[in-house]
C-alpha cells in the first residue's frame, strides 16, 4: 500500500491545486459574491493565500519529518561500521540532491530537521497544525541550539504555551514575521541563559572581528562585528551626520548619505572622532533612570506630536563634532546597576546586553538623568498623564520602551525618526496619554492617513493593532516585560519603615546618584 498511497495522495494534492488556481483565476463553479464579484474575488484570494501559509507549514513539517526518518533509516541500512561523518555526508548529499540544495543548506536542513522532530515538541507541533512556519521553527531551533533541554523547553514554552506562568503576550509568534520572532526569541535566549551574560559577552569580544564581502556589479560588503553599544553609537552617529546634511541643495538619499559618511570615517576623511566612548544615553527600570531624554530633543522638555499633516518638535540637528548625546535607551534594572543582579540590560534598538556594559554607559553615557517609575511588578513603563497636544521628551521615551519599534505588523523600523501620532485624532477629541498614541514609522504614519488602514487601542503597556482595509485585525507585537529580580542579600536589610515612598533617599551608584530610589516600592510592590 505504501508506494501506491503515497502516489494517490499527492495525486490528490495536485488536483486540489488546480481547483484553487480555478478560484484565483475567478473561473470556478461559484463565485465567492454574486452582490459584488470583484470584491468577493478579492477577499477569496485572501482567503486562499491564508490557507496556503497553513498547508506549506504542514509540508515543513511534514518535510523534515521525512528527512529526519530517511537518516535514521540510511543509518541503519549502513550498518554499526559505517563511519560516522562519511554516513552524514552521504545522507547529506542524498536529501539535497532531492531538494536542490547545496551541501551547506543540505547539512542545515537536516540539522534544523532533527532538532525541531526530536528536541522542540512544540515547534514540531505548530509546524503540523499549520501555526508556525518553517522560518519559525528555524529561529526556534537556532536560539535553542546553545541551550541545555530545560532552557529549550522554557524557550518553547514562553512563546508557544499560553498556559505558561510567563507566556508571551500580544500577537502570537506563528503571526509574526520570522524575523521578528528572532528578535524576541533571541532577547528571551540572553536574559534566561544558563551561562552568565558577562561570560557570553566576553566570548564575543575576543571575537570581534571586520569581514569583507564581494557583490554584485562592482560592489562589496565590509561590515564589522562589534559590541552593541559601539554598533549603535555608530549607527546613529552616521544617522545624525547625515541628516544634518540633507535640505534641498542634496539630492543624496539618508542610505547614500550614510555610506558616504561611513567612507569618510574608515578612509580618514570623516570629521566624527569614531571614539568607542562616544557613547550613547540611557534610561532606567526597576526604581529606574533614564538619560535627560530633553536634552536630544532641543533642551526645552515639549515636543509636538505628530498628527496627520502635523511635524516632529525635534528637527533631528545634533552637533556632529560633539559625543554622541541622548540618542538610545538602557533600561536598566536599578539592581543590576547597583552590581546586586546580573540581569542583562536592554539597549533600544539592539536587545539584552551585558549589566557591566550598562553600568559604562550610565557612568559615561551623559550628565544628566530624568527619573522614570516603571510597574515594579511586571517591569512596564507607567503612563504619564497630558492634557496639551504636544508630546514631552519623557512621553516619546516612555513610547519607545512600550512599543520598542513601529508598532505596525512586522516593521521593525526603531529609528528616532518614528512620529508620535495620535491613535483617535486631537481634533475629534482624542487626549496626549501613552494610551491614545503610538509611534508609527513615517512609511506606516502616512499609510495610516492616506489608506485605509487603522490603528486600534492602545494601552500604557500595549502598542495599537491594526485593522485592513479588507476589515483583518493584526495583533500587536508586545514587549516581554519581566519584573526586575530581588537580590536575596539585600531584602532582609531593608527596613520598609525607612524606605517609604514618602521619606526616600538618594542612591549612589557608580559615583552619581540615581535621585529618590523608593526601594521599598520595588522590594514590597502593592497588589495588583
Known amino acids: 500500500m505504501g508506494t501506491a498511497a503515497v502516489v494517490k495522495a499527492y495525486a490528490d494534492i495536485r488536483a486540489a491545486l488546480a481547483v484553487l488556481n480555478t478560484e484565483v483565476d475567478g473561473c470556478g463553479s461559484d463565485p465567492f459574491s454574486v452582490v459584488d464579484p470583484l470584491a468577493g474575488l478579492a ?14 507549514a504542514g509540508f515543513a513539517g511534514l518535510k523534515a519529518k521525512a528527512a529526519v526518518k530517511y537518516a535514521e533509516s540510511a543509518s541503519v541500512v549502513a550498518g ?17 540532491c532531492v531538494l536542490a540544495l547545496g551541501p551547506r543548506a543540505a547539512s542545515s536542513f537536516l540539522a534544523t530537521s532533527h532538532a525541531v522532530v526530536s528536541s522542540l515538541p512544540r515547534t514540531f507541533a505548530g509546524l503540523q497544525a499549520g501555526t ?11 536560539e535553542a541550539a546553545s541551550l541545555d533541554a530545560a532552557g529549550a523547553a522554557a524557550l518553547e514554552a514562553h512563546f508557544l504555551d499560553p498556559e505558561a506562568p510567563d507566556s508571551a503576550k500580544g500577537c502570537p509568534v506563528g503571526q509574526l514575521p520570522a524575523h521578528r520572532f528572532r528578535v524576541k526569541a533571541r532577547t528571551w535566549r540572553e536574559c534566561h541563559h544558563a551561562e552568565s551574560t558577562e561570560k557570553r559577552h566576553a566570548k564575543g569580544v575576543a571575537d570581534r572581528r571586520v569581514e569583507f564581502r564581494p557583490d554584485q556589479d562592482g560592489m562589496a560588503w565590509l561590515s564589522a562585528c562589534l559590541p552593541a553599544d559601539q554598533a549603535l553609537a555608530g549607527w546613529n552617529r552616521l544617522t545624525a551626520m547625515s541628516r544634518s546634511l540633507q ?25 566624527g572622532s569614531g571614539s568607542g566612548s562616544n557613547r550613547s544615553s540611557i ?13 536630544a530633543n532641543g533642551g526645552d522638555g515639549d515636543t509636538g506630536a505628530r498628527d496627520s499633516a502635523g511635524g516632529n518638535g525635534w528637527d533631528g540637528r545634533e552637533d556632529v563634532s560633539s559625543p554622541i548625546r541622548a540618542q538610545v535607551l538602557v533600561t536598566v534594572p536599578v539592581f543590576s546597576l547597583m552590581g546586586l543582579t546580573d540581569e542583562p540590560a536592554m539597549l533600544d534598538g539592539y536587545g539584552p546586553i551585558p549589566p557591566s556594559m550598562a553600568r559604562d554607559l550610565v557612568a559615561n553615557g551623559a550628565g544628566s538623568f530624568y527619573r522614570v517609575l516603571v510597574d515594579p511588578r511586571d517591569g512596564a513603563p507607567l503612563e504619564i498623564g497630558r492634557t496639551s497636544y504636544r508630546v514631552t521628551g519623557a512621553m516619546r521615551a516612555w513610547l519607545r520602551m512600550r512599543d520598542g519599534k513601529c ?8 529609528s528616532l525618526d518614528n512620529d508620535a501620532d495620535h491613535i483617535l485624532a486631537w481634533a475629534k477629541g482624542g487626549t496626549t496619554g501613552i494610551s491614545n498614541l503610538g509611534q508609527p514609522c513615517p512609511k506606516h504614519h502616512k499609510l495610516r492617513h492616506s489608506t485605509g488602514w487603522k490603528p486600534t487601542r492602545a494601552t500604557k503597556n500595549e502598542p495599537p493593532g491594526w485593522i485592513s482595509p479588507a476589515g483583518r485585525h493584526y495583533p500587536s507585537e508586545h514587549q516581554d516585560w519581566e519584573p526586575p529580580k530581588r537580590p536575596r542579600q539585600l531584602v532582609p536589610q531593608l527596613n520598609p519603615a525607612q524606605s517609604a515612598i514618602s521619606g526616600c533617599t538618594d542612591l549612589v551608584v557608580g559615583g552619581f546618584s540615581l535621585g529618590e530610589a523608593c526601594l521599598d516600592g520595588i522590594l514590597h510592590p502593592p497588589s495588583a
Open 43 to 56: 477577499d477569496g484570494c485572501l482567503d486562499i493565500l491564508a490557507g496556503a501559509r497553513e498547508v506549506e
Open 80 to 96: 554499526p561500521d559505517a563511519p560516522v561523518q562519511a554516513q552524514e555526508m552521504a545522507v547529506a548529499a542524498e536529501v539535497g
Open 132 to 142: 508556525l512556519s518553517w522560518s519559525h521553527a528555524v529561529v526556534m531551533a537556532d
Open 247 to 271: 535640505g534641498r541643495a542634496e539630492s543624496r538619499t539618508m542610505s547614500q548619505l550614510r555610506a558616504d559618511k561611513f567612507a569618510d570615517a574608515i578612509l580618514g576623511s570623516g570629521s
Open 283 to 295: 534610561s532606567g527600570r526597576g526604581a529606574s533612570v533614564t538619560d535627560a531624554i530633553d536634552e
Open 407 to 414: 508598532p505596525f505588523p512586522g516593521c521593525s523600523n526603531n
